[in-house]
C-alpha cells in the first residue's frame, strides 16, 4: 500500500469578495461610532484572543467598505492616526446648511501664519515674522495652537530660547491629510486664494462684506459684543485685521 502524499496547500489571497460579512459589519459600525479614527491595532483590539482576525482580513475589509462607498455621500478615509467613516468633501456646501452656525472664517494673517508653519516647520515666531514682513498677533499664535492645529516642537538653541511651532495630528486630521507630503506644493498654489480654497478655510470677509453682515446680526448679538469693551476677546482682535488686496504687508 503506498502512502498518502503530503499536498502542500497554497495559501489563498485575501480579496475584497472574500471577507468574512459579520467581520465587515462589525468593523463598519466601529468606524461609524467611535468619533476618532482607528487605526488597524485598535480594530484588532475589539476581539478577544482567540478570536482575533489576522491584520490582513481587516485590511481587506477596509477595501471592501471603501468599494461600497465609491459613488455615495459617504466615504472610508485614511489619514495619519488612522480610518474614518466621513461625508465626502464635495457636499459640504449642502451638509453646511443642516447648521445655522456660520462656518468660521480667519483673516489672511492666520492663514499666512499656517501655512508658513505648515510649509516651513519648525518655525519660530520671528522666522514667521520675517517671511510675512509684519509683526504676528499673540492672538493668532493662540488661535492656531487652541485650534490644535499648532504646536510647540521645541525652542532654537539661540539666546532667548525661541519656541519652535509645527503642525499637529489635529491639522492632519482636520485637513484630511495623511502626512504633510500630501500638502499641495507651493508651485500649485498661486496665492492665498488658492491656498484658502485648498484647505477649506474661508477667509475673512472685506470690511464693506463685514459691515454688512454685522448689520444683520440681532440686537441682543450687538449688545453681548460690546459688552465687554474693556477686554478685547481674540476673536475679535483677528477680524480687525484688513484682509489683503494686494501685499501680504497689508495684513497684520
Not at 488658492?194 to 459691515?211: D, F, H, T, V, Y
Amino acid at each position: 500500500m503506498s502512502k498518502d502524499k503530503k499536498t502542500e496547500v497554497t495559501p489563498i489571497e485575501v480579496t475584497s469578495n472574500e471577507v468574512n460579512p459579520e467581520l465587515k459589519n462589525i468593523i463598519e459600525a466601529a468606524l461609524l461610532v467611535a468619533g476618532a479614527p482607528l487605526s488597524i491595532d485598535k480594530m484588532l483590539n475589539l476581539f478577544l484572543e482567540g478570536s482575533r482576525p489576522e491584520r490582513d482580513e481587516i485590511k481587506a475589509v477596509l477595501v471592501a467598505i471603501e468599494e461600497d462607498y465609491a459613488g455615495r455621500g459617504i466615504e472610508l478615509k485614511q489619514i495619519e492616526r488612522g480610518y474614518r467613516i466621513q461625508s465626502r468633501e464635495k457636499y459640504v456646501e449642502w451638509l453646511s446648511r443642516l447648521t445655522e452656525e456660520r462656518p468660521p472664517r480667519y483673516s489672511r494673517a492666520a492663514l499666512e501664519t499656517l501655512s508658513i508653519i505648515a510649509y516651513r516647520q519648525p518655525v519660530t515666531r520671528g522666522d514667521i515674522e520675517e517671511i510675512r514682513g509684519v509683526s504676528v498677533s499673540t492672538d493668532i499664535i493662540r488661535q492656531l495652537l487652541e485650534r490644535d492645529w499648532a504646536r510647540q516642537v521645541g525652542q532654537r538653541d539661540v539666546p532667548g530660547k525661541p519656541a519652535l511651532y509645527g503642525t499637529t495630528r489635529g491639522f492632519l486630521e482636520y485637513f484630511n491629510l495623511k502626512s504633510l507630503s500630501e500638502l499641495p506644493t507651493l508651485s500649485e498654489l498661486r496665492d492665498l486664494d488658492e491656498i484658502s480654497k485648498e484647505l477649506n478655510m474661508p477667509l475673512e470677509l472685506g470690511k464693506k462684506e463685514e459691515q454688512a453682515t454685522e448689520e444683520s446680526e440681532t440686537v441682543a448679538e450687538v449688545d453681548d459684543s460690546v459688552s465687554d469693551a474693556g477686554d478685547v476677546p481674540s476673536e475679535a482682535a483677528d477680524s480687525e485685521e484688513p484682509a489683503l488686496s494686494a501685499a501680504p504687508e497689508q495684513s497684520q
